[in-house]
Structure formats: C-alpha cells, structure tokens
C-alpha cells in the first residue's frame, strides 16, 4: 500500500530465519574469536611470564634479575632494526619511484613481482645466504672502516674476521624488510591523482621537480607508514639474525663491526629455547612478552598513520 | 646557439638563459656509462679490483660524470633530474643483487643433494653421508595442512561477517585488529601455542598440532585481508538479484557470493600457506626436531623443513660436510615450495577467475 514511497536509502534486506541466525552467528563468533587469540596471546604471555619476575635475581638466567638479562637483549632488537630500516627506507622509496614513475609501463608489473619475490622467501634462507654470501663479503668492508673509520664508536673495531657482525646482522634485515616499504609507498605513489602530476609537468617542472613537489608529499604518510612496517617485521625476525649474528651475553654495545655483539630477544629465544627448562623457559617468555609489547606498539601507530591517510586521500 | 629565425614569435627565455643551451642526445647516458665502464675496467681489473667493486664504480663514476656533463652543457636542474634518474635506477639493480646472488647460492649448493635418497629416507642411523629429509618433507606437508584447516574456516567466516555482516564498532575493531595480528612476530606466536599446550600437557611440551595451532595464527589473519578484498570485489547487484528472488541471505552468500569469488579465495588460501609454510621459528619452539619418521601430529616430536635445515646447518656432526649439504638441499626445497605455490597461486586467479563477459 504505501511501499511506493518507502525511502530509497534503506538497504535490501531479507527475510531473518533460523539458518540466517546461525549463519550470521557463526561469522560473528569467528570475528570475535580472532579478537580472543590477540588477547590471548597476551594473557598466556603474561600468566608464564610471572614466574620469572616473582622469582629470586640470582635463579634468572645471568644471575642479576629479569630486566637486566632482557635488556641488553632489547638494545640488540632496536639497533639492528634501526640499522635495517636506516638502509631500507631510502632504497624502498627509491625502487617505488623506479616502479611508478621510471620504469617502462609495460615492464613495471614484472620487476615489481620480481621485488615481491624477496618477500617470499623464508627467513631461514635469508640467514643462510647471510652466512656463506654476505658476512664473508662484508670482512674487507669492516677492516677498511677499522682502519679508516675507526675514531668513530660504531667502527672501533677490533673488526671481525667471520664477518658475523651487528652491521651484517643489519643489512640482512634491511633486504627482508625492503619489499615491504617497496610495496606500501608503491601503492601510495601508485595514487598520486594524476591533476597534480601533470599541473606540475605543465609548470615545466622536470621529472624530479614533479616528484618532490606532487608525489613525495602525497606519499609522505605512506612512506611513514610503510617504514614502520618494516620495523615492526624487523624487530620480531628470527632465524636470520640467530644465524648471522655471533653474540655473547649481556653486552651492550654501538660497535657494529666487532664479532662481540647484543643479542635480540626473537633470535636469543629461538637458540634458548629449546635447550631450557623451568625458570629459563619463563625468563624467555619475559622476553617474548616485552618482544609482543613492542612490535603491537610499533604495528598499532604504522596502521594508524597508513589508515588516516586512506581516508584523506580522496582516491577512493 | 645559431638561433637566427623566430626569435620574434618564440617566448623570450624566461629562467636565465636556460632554454638558450642545447639538450645532450638520448645516446649520451649510455656513451657516459660505456666510457665509464671501460675506464675503470681498464684501470681496475689489471689492478686486482673484484668485479663486483667494478660494477659499483662504474654506476658511481658514471653518475657524477653525466651530472657534470650535464651541468656544464644543459642546466642546473636537468642536472639534477639526471642524477636522480642514475640514483633511481642504481637503487633498484642493488635490490637486485641480494635476490640473485640468494638463488644462485641455494641452487649451486643445494642441487648436489637434490636425490632420490633425499626423498626416501629419513635421518634414523644416519652418520655421516646419505640421509635425508623424508621426515621432514612430511611433517611440513602435515602440519602445513592442519593450519589451513584451521585457518581458512576461521578465517573465510570472519572475512564473510566483515563484509556482509559486519556494522559499526565491533567491524572496525576487527579490521583493525587483524591488521595489527599481521605484523606478530612469528616467535610470540610459537611462545603463546607453547604456553597454551603447556597448560593441559605440562611444560616442554612439543606437538605438531601446537606448531599448526602457532602458525594459524599467523596465517589467519594474512587470508582474512586477501579475502575480505576478494568478497568486496563481488558485485552488489548479485546479491540484490538474490535477494529480489527471495533468497534468504545466508544461501545468498554461500550460493552466489562465495562460487563468485572462489578464485580469488584459493589465491588467497595458496598465498597465505605459501607466507607460512618457511616459518621456523615457532615450529622451533612448539615441535622441536627429531630424525626418526613422526607423523602423527597428536604425538610428540615431529620433524619440519625449515627446523631440519636450522639443525642441520648448525648441529652438523662430525664430519660436518654431509650435514651442510643437506641443509642447504632443504633450504633449496623450500624456496621451490614457495615459489610454486606463488605460481599456482596466480594460475588460480588467472585461469578460475569469474567471466564477467556481457
């Protein structure tokens, strides 16, 4: 009778029945039961790691308490993450503007795989190419920068002759961490509105010109975004860093080229673990905990700077 | 220059004679390039200088030349924009490198190894030469299987709330939350599956199923975002044709939505077992290594590639020799897994996409 003038903004909906319900149950259960593992990722995390912080310094493994046996560990964790992203940010940036603005359009879609390929292949690969490929590579680097460089804290040496360094360590990072940036400020760049690319061209800028003054401010948030990403993956990486970097406990240290380096806390957990029991065991979930602690804070702002610009942007 | 003709009808140089100067020819780069290659070779390689070193000076040497060329002949900011070019393109062929020498590495070392032995058997009694990683290759494809099984269900019905059901708060939570659940590292999520067995099965626990369950969590929340952007691509006006003929919304979605976007969900299934299929670091935690043949994921220790490659490569043995080899035919292994599955992966999207032909 009256649905001819029933409000055109009222979505289509059907009739609710009992396989509906279920249905729409089971969806919403499987939702929040994505929101329970976060949380119980934390909890468990939490719930083991309380022994070892109730429990006697000299027990914890280093004899001297939980936080001086996890810090050191964090230093390790944030300078070669720090390292990797210092390597990675500018490279990634520029091999996205290789792939939005320089490359031939025909070939762009191939060498971009090609860039994505790095991202699949497994961490333990990359600690074996860093062992045989890269650290024996990077010892004369390190001799020439003791030699050279050495006034500098970074570079005091004395210079490792394995090359298994917190440099090398850094570098390996930066590879696996690259396409991630790469992919991320692709895609933002990929988005310039083409109005503010050829306004700039029309101005007589040059390729250059039309970057720095349309693409780069526009990309900005993305390339924060895209960085801390890769910090995020380079803070929590394994198996690389325990294959490539000779630690020895406890230390803290700026010298990147020496062969006594920090531990981070994923690698130190992966060659521990297996090998301890009891309190040890506890201690390393400590670790893991502050390790989950860091990476949630890092993933958490990088999706909140990448969101806000998606919803600035104006491209969708 | 010679400019002797329309001068009157051309505008007058406007940024100090910058248009006045010539442009180099488009061959020049390259003749730079050639001439620098061809200096430093001929000066470094009689010296000893490793090619590599001879490739870098040449793009360093051949960049500043061109900048200065181009400098004097055309103007500032050419100049500039030449550089960046050389820049531009340098950082890509660096990325190049790590891809290339790492593929050539695995393949030149691994090959050797890659045998029928390796398939067949395993590591019981081995010492020395032989062996293999049967074991391994099976218990990889075992727990591999059981994280898709508890993954994709899981994962596909938040993905199907997220975008037909899904409104307000709780959505954008979601969404947010898995974003964030990406970027776990991979140990806490082997920490959290050890800690949660570790509850009902004591501690040292080590399970193939608590290595499935750490590595769903890693898994799901890739496939949740690949699928959710699969389902949003289905046209609304499928859902509206169903829901017009009086189709209940749930068969909606399993009948007309899901066979829609059945493509896009086995590349996003074969993607995200491609991402965790390497993972070593939570099997290291949560399944341990062992050399004798364990299939069985409900029973103790089992052997996986990427953990076999890890031990292999740092507990060898003596003679250690036979061991590294071994390691690095697994690590050949897995980067050929992880390459087919990104192949099959895009044959899926390529050959069962949905004709949309009108």
Redesign the interface.
């Known amino acids: 009778m009256t649905t001819t003038n029933a409000p055109q903004t009222q979505p289509?909906?059907?009739?609710r029945?009992l396989?509906?319900r279920?249905?729409?149950g089971?969806?919403?259960?499987?939702?929040?039961?994505?929101?329970l593992?976060?949380a119980?990722?934390a909890a468990?995390?939490v719930?083991?790691a309380v022994p070892a912080l109730v429990a006697p310094a000299r027990e914890v493994p280093g004899g001297r308490g939980v936080l001086p046996y996890v810090g050191p560990l964090l230093f390790g964790t944030v300078l070669a993450a720090a390292i990797a992203l210092v390597v990675a940010t500018?490279?990634g940036v520029?091999?996205a503007?290789?792939?939005t603005h320089?490359?031939p359009r025909r070939l762009a879609t191939g060498?971009a795989y090609?860039?994505d390929?790095?991202a699949?292949?497994?961490?333990?690969?990359?600690g074996?190419?860093g062992i045989?490929?890269?650290a024996p590579?990077l010892v004369p680097f390190y001799r020439w920068t003791e030699a050279h460089l050495g006034f500098l804290p970074f570079f005091a040496g004395p210079a490792s002759v394995t090359g298994k360094t917190m440099f090398t360590a850094g570098l390996v990072l930066a590879?696996m961490v690259?396409p991630i940036i790469?992919a991320i400020s692709r895609e933002v760049f990929a988005q310039v509105p083409t109005l503010h690319r050829e306004a700039a061209l029309a101005l007589g800028a040059?390729?250059?010109?039309m970057?720095r003054m349309a693409v780069l401010p526009y990309g900005r948030s993305g390339i924060i975004g895209g960085a801390m990403?890769g910090l995020?993956?380079a803070?929590?990486?394994?198996?690389a860093i325990a294959?490539v970097l000779s630690v020895s406990a406890g230390t803290v240290t700026f010298n990147l080229i020496s062969s006594t380096n920090p531990s981070t806390i994923?690698a130190n957990?992966?060659l521990q673990?297996?090998e301890s029991?009891?309190i040890d065991?506890n201690t390393?979930?400590a670790s893991?905990l502050a390790?989950?602690l860091v990476?949630?804070a890092?993933?958490?702002i990088?999706?909140a700077v990448v969101?806000r610009r998606a919803d600035f942007s104006g491209a969708n | 220059m010679s400019q002797t003709t329309g001068t009157l009808l051309s505008p007058p140089p406007v940024t100090g004679g910058s248009r006045r100067k010539g442009r180099l020819p488009r061959w020049a780069a390259w003749a730079v390039f050639g001439t620098a290659l061809v200096l430093v070779a001929g000066i470094g390689l009689p010296a000893g200088l490793a090619l590599a070193l001879v490739v870098l000076f040449t793009g360093v040497l051949g960049t500043l030349a061109l900048y200065v060329l181009s400098r004097v002949t055309e103007n500032r900011r050419t100049a500039t924009d030449r550089l960046v070019t050389c820049v531009v393109v340098g950082a890509f062929a660096l990325a190049m490198v790590p891809l290339l020498s790492l593929v050539y590495e695995v393949v030149s070392r691994g090959i050797g190894r890659l045998d029928g032995e390796f398939f067949n058997s395993s590591l019981v009694g081995v010492i020395g030469e032989g062996g293999g990683a049967y074991h391994a290759i099976f218990g990889t494809l075992i727990i591999t299987g059981l994280t898709a099984l508890i993954s994709v269900p899981i994962g596909l019905l938040t993905a199907i709330y997220l975008v037909e059901y899904g409104s307000g708060r709780l959505k954008k939570v979601i969404t947010f939350l898995v974003d964030v659940m990406t970027g776990i590292p991979s140990i806490v999520a082997g920490l959290f599956a050890y800690a949660l067995f570790a509850i009902f099965f004591g501690p040292g626990v080590r399970l193939g199923i608590a290595g499935a369950v750490a590595l769903s969590v890693l898994m799901t929340p890739v496939f949740v975002r690949s699928a959710e952007e699969v389902l949003k691509l289905v046209p609304n006006e499928l859902r509206e044709a169903a829901y017009a003929l009086g189709v209940p919304k749930w068969r909606t979605v399993v009948k007309i939505v899901l066979p829609t976007a059945v493509a896009g969900l086995g590349t996003g299934v074969t993607l995200a077992v491609a991402r965790v299929i390497g993972e070593t670091a939570p099997l290291l935690v949560t399944v341990g290594i062992t050399n004798a043949t364990n299939l069985n994921p409900f029973d103790g220790r089992m052997a996986t590639l990427p953990v076999y490659a890890f031990y292999q490569l740092t507990q060898p043995g003596v003679p250690p020799e036979f061991a590294i080899d071994r390691a690095w035919t697994a690590a050949l292994l897995l980067i050929a897994l992880v390459m087919a599955l990104n192949v099959v992966a895009r044959l899926i999207s390529r050959f069962f996409a949905p004709t949309t032909g009108r």
């Open positions: 289509p909906r059907a009739v029945r396989g509906d279920l249905f729409a089971s969806a919403r259960g499987a939702g929040v039961l994505i929101l593992v976060l119980g990722v468990f995390l719930i083991d500018p490279l520029a091999i503007l290789f792939l320089y490359a060498l090609v860039v390929l790095l699949a292949i497994p961490s333990i690969v990359y074996f190419w045989v490929w890269l590579r590879v690259l790469t040059t390729r250059w010109e970057i990403l995020g993956r803070l929590g990486e394994t198996l294959l994923a957990i992966a673990f297996p029991s009891g065991v390393l979930i893991g390790l989950f990476t949630l890092v993933n958490v990088a999706r969101n």
